[in-house]
């Protein structure tokens, strides 16, 4: 089972290629068995994890990103979810041939007889170059209805896009508003989505779906921010961070030039959670959990970023 690591990059020459952030789903627990919504299908609401069935929301606790799912009615609302409906966290594939492509869980959205959003934590592309997005989606071979541009029970659709928080944009990745998606040779296989993005932006995966049979299911998977850091490679080799990985509550870290050394870390998602004056070499960092972090190092007019990896 792979975990999607936020961060992790690969520093070749004096750039990093780098996965900026994104999920496969295999952090979030799993319960087996329907979802079902507890609130009133006739207005639009929050959804809410029940105890002992599929998550539909999850806090990120560093590691993979986090989301949540809402619901909205037709014009002339139905059930809804609370008819109990395969949603949520999952390790049901869409079929016994096409497993999910990163690990083995994924994210399922079937027969919501009516609106399904689910919204990704913002992702922050500042410092990156090229950035892009990638998913993975499978939607099941059926009969879907409609061409999406009703609110009706028969009016399928499912648009994936990415909303530009800072440009007040979106930006498509599959849209079939408009469109019966049987006529769009989209299913029935795993598809690749993807999309440009822009430098220096905060950006947000958004999902949504509209399906009305338990048939018409969406399945998604293996979602990755990417992009290019750049580095300094003078004050990268100023500073050197070992052990590295750190498996014994303490790291050294050192300098070619003597003085005091200014030291932030960051989980995954660019949260701090860690910052001090280091006079000598050696850090203590027994409070940390095991995982991937981002130090960063300010000595006078020079600083640089490490990647370092607790055990």
């Known amino acids: 089972m792979k975990k999607i690591t936020l961060l992790a990059a690969l520093f070749v020459g004096a750039v990093s290629f780098a996965q900026v952030a994104g999920t496969s789903f295999e952090e979030p627990a799993l319960f087996a068995g329907q979802y079902t919504d507890t609130g009133d ?93 990638s998913l993975d989606y499978f939607i099941s071979e059926t009969g879907y209805e409609g061409d999406g541009t009703l609110n009706e029970s028969g009016s399928d659709r499912l648009r994936i896009y990415v909303r530009d928080l800072t440009n007040s944009t979106e930006i498509d990745i599959l849209n079939t508003e408009g469109n019966d998606i049987n006529d769009l040779s989209i299913e029935g296989s795993w598809i690749t989505g993807t999309a440009a993005l822009t430098s220096n932006t905060n950006v947000q995966l958004v999902i949504e779906a509209r399906t009305n049979a338990s048939a018409e299911a969406f399945f998604f998977d293996n979602i990755i921010f990417s992009g290019t850091l750049g580095t300094n490679t003078q004050a990268d080799s100023q500073f050197a961070v070992y052990p590295n990985p750190a498996s014994k509550g303490y790291v050294n870290i050192t300098s070619k030039v003597a003085g005091a050394k200014n030291v932030s870390i960051f989980d995954v998602l660019g949260k701090q959670v860690f910052k001090t004056t280091l006079i000598g070499d050696r850090l203590d960092i027994s409070k940390l959990n095991s995982g991937v972090y981002i130090v960063k190092i300010e000595q006078g007019k020079t600083s640089t970023t490490k990647k370092l990896v607790v055990k």
Do not use: C, K
């Open 41 to 133: 299908p006739n207005t639009a609401h929050d959804l809410i994890n029940n105890t002992d069935e599929p998550l539909v929301d999850y806090t990120s606790t560093g590691g993979e990103l986090g989301f949540n799912a809402s619901y909205a009615p037709y014009d002339t609302p139905d059930v809804g979810l609370t008819d109990g409906d395969f949603v949520g966290v999952t390790d049901f594939a869409p079929t016994g041939s096409d497993p999910y492509t990163d690990g083995d869980q994924g994210y399922q959205i079937s027969d919501v007889d009516g609106n399904y959003t689910l919204t990704f934590d913002a992702v922050d592309l500042t410092g990156v170059s090229t950035p892009a997005i």
